[in-house]
């Protein structure tokens, strides 16, 4: 997982700093709306709630456009749309196993864009099922490393029920059941650690090991799904060595 954790980190330090910044914004605001829809607007109430905020905060999305959100998820405030979950999934260059994540509000316009940024890069759709039990969901929380050891990090999640603690470089990743992503996050915090995000993903099972040429390929495919307002997550099962990594960054 190594290789595609540390490309998706390095992936979203960019994104809040590009030209997509707007796009990054909106997805985060969608992120809010549907946590309080779902669980109520009290973020100390609504963990899910609670993270979608931390994340938008640490994505810099402005403070008034947070709390509106809130608002309007949360029922205060008029407005928002009825928000769906859709997943999708297919397959990528190499044989890639690919979920995409969408919350839309028009079924029809979220499967015509995915199909679309499939088949124009190499990718192509497959049935529901056919995909997801290659993946198992999985709470992931980010957290710099600064200052930080892997032991650190590992003693303080350890009886919160975190199952691995991976080293990224600039940032830690810990991985737990879905169900104990509040505990472990919760855990952190008591130990006084900042993090930067906490959410329920989808994590591969098996992996496919990528060369450079292949590599970016599927970095172009998953960039033209994450380039669809309606979808807000892609996951996929390659692996990508730090050498092949470096290669495709030159």
Known sequence: MSGHSKWATTKHKKAAIDAKRGKLFAKLIKNIEVAARTGGGDPEGNPTLFDAIQKAKKNSVPLDNIERARKRGGGEEAGGADWQ????????????????????????????????????????????GSVAYMFNRKGVVILPSEGLSEDDVLMAVLDAGAEEVNDLGESFEVVSEATDLVAVRTALQEAGYDYESAEASFLPSVSVQLDADAARKVFKLIDALEDQDDVQNVYANFDVSDEVMAEVDA
């Open 85 to 128: 979950t859709i997943m999708y999934e297919g397959y990528g260059p190499n044989g890639v196993a690919v979920l995409v994540e969408c919350l839309t509000d028009n079924r029809n316009r979220a499967a015509g864009a995915v199909r679309t940024a499939m088949t124009r890069n190499g990718g192509t759709m497959a049935d529901p």
